[in-house]
């Protein structure tokens, strides 16, 4: 039952950022807001799909590690860009 | 597989993080060009490639409870969904070439075009690695104390879809 509410999630956060992509926002708070969503369905996708629950912690940290990084990397170019 | 996986990662780390230094520099051409781009095709990829994603953890499942004909099944519909995505992947990039639009027009695009090539490129070893792993489970390679093969094709499958979810807002929506 989760595995199919983890989708309807994903599905959910998509349409979100299609609709704000479709109402022309822009900024910072869409920025902030945008980078939210791909961490909560990275997270997700890393956790519910990847079966990332049942191998080892270190690979846990790494995946988590690179939604992590490719974030602050991806918040930074656009803080340095404003 | 998972060291792959890993690097895999880290080489669209790099693209991304490219992607978002270059338009820092360039905000006004980044934010004009994204708008020429179709975000109803790139959300409704994202969707068929989480959908796919789904279908993949319910192969994983059905394998595990040894029903390994409901296993080929679910991985011939993941692949169903990559067959989609790749449509409509093609459909964009023809209107796009369509329009005179290449690699040297200006620097938006040639990180659309080869963030969006190089993840399409992935879709595709992702549907081959299916195709086997289903092909194997066909000739009853798998059985519910031996799956590795399907989690190991899956957990590719699934980092294809998780590049995605961070490359359609990054390119398409993110201004």
Known sequence: MRVYLVWLLLVMLTLLTWWAGKAGFSGEGLVAALLASIFIKGHFVIADFMVLRDVAFLWRVLVHGWLILVSCLIFLAYWVGM | ?175
């Open chain 2, 1 to 175: 597989m998972w060291i792959f996986i890993l690097a895999e990662l880290l080489v669209f780390a790099i693209f991304f993080a490219s992607y978002a230094f270059a338009r820092s520099y360039n905000v006004e051409l980044f934010n004009e060009y994204q708008q020429t781009l179709n975000r109803d095709i790139g959300a409704a990829n994202t969707v068929i490639l989480i959908t796919g994603s789904l279908f993949v953890v319910l192969a994983v499942r059905a394998i595990r409870d040894g029903k390994v004909m409901l296993c080929r099944n679910w991985l011939l519909a993941a692949l169903g969904m990559g067959s989609l995505f790749l449509t409509l992947k093609i459909i964009e990039f023809a209107d796009k070439f369509g329009q005179g639009i290449s690699l040297s027009t200006n620097s938006f695009y040639m990180f659309y075009l080869s963030l969006t090539f190089f993840h399409f490129m992935h879709v595709i070893l992702g549907m081959v690695i299916l195709a086997a792993v289903a092909w194997k489970a066909q000739q009853g390679a798998y059985c519910m104390i031996n799956y590795t093969g399907v989690e190991t094709g899956a957990s590719y499958w699934h980092m294809v879809d998780l590049v995605w979810i961070v490359l359609f807002p990054l390119v398409y929506v993110i201004r």
